[in-house]
């Protein structure tokens, strides 16, 4: 019994790490709940029209040849700084970039696969984003 629980829980961490999600896609970082993908060309139902998709209206600037572009929204409720983990140092380093109050937002040139975390002011994390290959996207904190 134990080895087909870890056996299936092995095939969903590998279809998991085998998705993935299209160009226009939004990640949510909320406190408290799982990071969530949406597809902000989806029409908004009429009960939830009041709640707006932050992304959807977002206009992120292009990138550089080489370079994806990802844009930091904070709604944390709180000021965001927002840290690079610098894996080519030994050892690794967090590099802070910028701080980003609520309500707004901040677009930062990266390449794929690197990761940013999120922290508050207290210096707890909000969340990570390993940037992924789409040229622009969103990332709600």
């Not at 406190?31 to 060309?41: F, I, K, V």
């Amino acid at each position: 019994m134990k080895k087909s629980l870890t056996l299936i829980i092995l095939l969903l961490f590998m279809l998991a790490a085998c998705t993935t999600p299209t160009a226009e896609q939004v990640t949510e970082l909320l406190p408290g709940s799982e990071a969530a993908a949406e597809d902000p060309t989806a029409e908004p139902a009429a009960a939830a029209s009041a709640d707006v998709n932050p992304c959807a209206t977002a206009e992120i600037p292009s990138p550089s040849e080489g370079l994806v572009m990802v844009h930091f929204i904070n709604m944390s409720g709180g000021e965001m700084n927002l840290l690079w983990h610098d894996t080519e140092q030994t050892p690794a380093q967090l590099v802070e970039y910028t701080q980003v109050a609520h309500g707004e937002s901040y677009d930062q040139q990266t390449y794929t696969s690197h990761e940013w975390l999120m922290q508050d002011e207290h210096g707890h994390m909000l969340g990570n984003y390993v940037a992924k290959g789409d040229a622009t996207q969103c990332v709600v904190v």
